[in-house]
């Protein structure tokens, strides 16, 4: 069974400062899908980044980027020039691939705070 | 992608009563998903509903208590049902675009039983 673990409950960063959040995941496929998804408090959850795991490319969303370590199932996603309005809580995900797998495996999530 | 419409955006509810959480999406799409996430936690994946089938349930979610319907590629919804303090949470559905893998949500369903 594929499972999610993001070790970090809580972080803070400055405004326009860069912030790294950690995602390790486990899995036996080689074919899947990761993604970071944010949830402010008002609930939606919203997509930030995905990344497939064949490319091995990291995938870059803007100010958003993450550091893809197939080998070390490693996926950290790094917040640059950070703002007020990034303040969410963030999941880290997974997705077999290979056709519509629907189920994702969330982590628990990293709260993250911007302060002014 | 899709835009997802979810009522009620919360509820408070009695115990021993059901409700049912609707969603709507303004596209034609195979698979919709319902989630619950219970205070302070993360997601985890109710069951998976097909257009013309029965829902797909995941371990420790049963239809009795989470029935759900698909009447159309468009529209499902999801009845929590014999309501507890325990069910007090949010529930999401998302529907999946096959062409990225990427599930995108609904606003969620913030529910109290008192």
């Known amino acids: 069974a594929q499972t999610v673990t993001q070790s970090q409950p809580e972080m803070s960063v400055q405004e326009a400062e860069t912030v790294t959040l950690s995602c390790t995941y486990d899995?036996?496929?080689?074919?899947?899908?990761l993604f970071w998804y944010k949830q402010p408090p008002s609930r939606q959850m919203i997509l930030v980044i995905r990344?497939?795991?064949?490319?091995?490319q990291n995938a870059t969303e803007n100010r958003f980027s993450v550091n893809f370590q197939k080998a070390a199932k490693s996926f950290s996603l790094k917040i640059s020039d950070s703002q007020l309005g990034d303040t969410a809580m963030y999941f880290c995900?997974?997705?077999?691939?290979?056709?519509?797998?629907?189920?994702?495996?969330f982590g628990k999530g990293t709260k993250l705070s911007v302060k002014p | 992608s899709a835009v997802i419409s979810q009522k009620p955006s919360r509820d408070i509810c009695q115990r021993g009563t059901s409700l049912t959480i609707q969603c709507q999406v303004d596209?034609?799409?195979?698979?919709m998903f319902w989630y619950r996430q219970q205070p302070g936690q993360s997601l985890t994946l109710i069951a998976t509903?097909?257009?013309?089938?029965?829902?797909?349930?995941e371990s420790g979610f049963v239809i009795d208590k989470f029935p759900i319907s698909r009447p159309n590629l468009t529209f499902s919804t999801l009845t929590v049902s014999n309501l507890s303090p325990e069910d007090s949470s949010i529930y999401l559905c998302?529907?999946?675009?096959?062409?990225?893998?990427?599930?995108?949500f609904g606003d969620g369903t913030r529910l109290s039983i008192l």
């Open positions: 998302s529907v999946e675009d096959p062409r990225t893998g990427v599930q995108h």
């Open positions: 899995t036996s496929e080689n074919n899947y899908y």
């Open positions: 990344q497939e795991a064949y490319k091995q």
């Open positions: 995900a997974f997705m077999k691939g290979g056709g519509s797998q629907g189920n994702l495996i």
């Open positions: 596209s034609q799409v195979t698979m």
């Open positions: 509903a097909n257009q013309g089938s029965e829902a797909t349930y």
